[in-house]
């Protein structure tokens, strides 16, 4: 990499558990579901049908809460084999509506160090899901004036990641993607020669987990909180005084 000072015209940011919390409420919901369906399965055997059922679906309602709602119905249709009442799937309905209005919770200094980096970057927010779901959580967040530009995708891979860069002209290597998921926010950015920070979360969704396999050797930058970026950002641009 070399120790050239960086510039930057973008500094993009992923949303769900960089700049909010966003897993721990499926494994809450998840834990509700599993309890509804104790009577008729083990644990083990709910959760891994659960997930196959929403890996199977993300090509067909892609990420977010309404597509793992229906993956919720469909699972527990097959786990009953069809017995499954009404009252039931009412009550898978109202876990996806308590979460969809749970209100969004930043993760510590989030709404401290954003405004301060959106003072000396253009910020983007670079986020996949449902439209509808990602925009108001962004809006109730309170961050949104801070982020000049808002993308949200329903994948996050290197032809994504390439599209947007052409649509804002903007050159990989002056463009830094911030997130949790080495499979969404770090690898595909670093394929295309741009710059990829990652910060580490409590948990990650199994379907964004990669091997070592994938990551060593990739040279991607790490901090351990939000808070560290101001820093380390003026140290990649070489605008530390002294
Ligand atoms: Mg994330």
Aim: charge should be negative.
């Amino acid at each position: 990499m070399g120790n050239e000072p960086l510039q930057f015209d973008v500094v993009a940011f992923d949303a769900d558990d960089t700049l909010w919390h966003n897993e721990p409420l499926f494994t809450t919901t998840e834990n509700k579901f599993r309890k509804l369906l104790e009577p008729y399965h083990s644990q083990f055997w709910i959760d891994k049908r659960l997930y196959e059922t929403e890996i199977k679906n993300l090509a067909v309602f892609g990420y977010g809460v309404k597509g793992f709602t229906l993956s919720m119905i469909e699972t527990a249709i097959e786990l009953t084999e069809g017995r499954i009442q009404g009252n039931e799937i009412q009550r898978i309905i109202n876990f996806s509506k308590e979460m969809l209005k749970t209100p969004v919770q930043l993760l510590p200094d989030v709404a401290e160090i954003i405004p301060e980096l959106a003072r000396q970057h253009t910020l983007m927010v670079i986020t996949k899901g449902d439209l509808f779901e990602q925009e108001s959580k962004l809006a109730r967040s309170g961050l949104a004036d801070l982020f000049k530009f808002v993308e949200i995708v329903s994948e996050k891979n290197a032809e994504t990641y390439g599209e947007i860069l052409k649509r804002h002209r903007i050159a990989p290597e002056r463009f830094v993607m911030i997130g949790n998921s080495l499979k969404s926010d770090i690898l595909p950015v670093l394929s295309l020669n741009a710059h990829a920070i990652y910060i580490h979360y409590e948990t990650t969704w199994q379907h964004e987990q990669v091997g070592s396999e994938e990551t060593d050797g990739a040279s991607y930058h790490r901090v351990d909180t939000v808070s560290d970026l101001p820093e380390y950002l003026n140290r990649l641009t070489g605008s530390v005084a002294g």
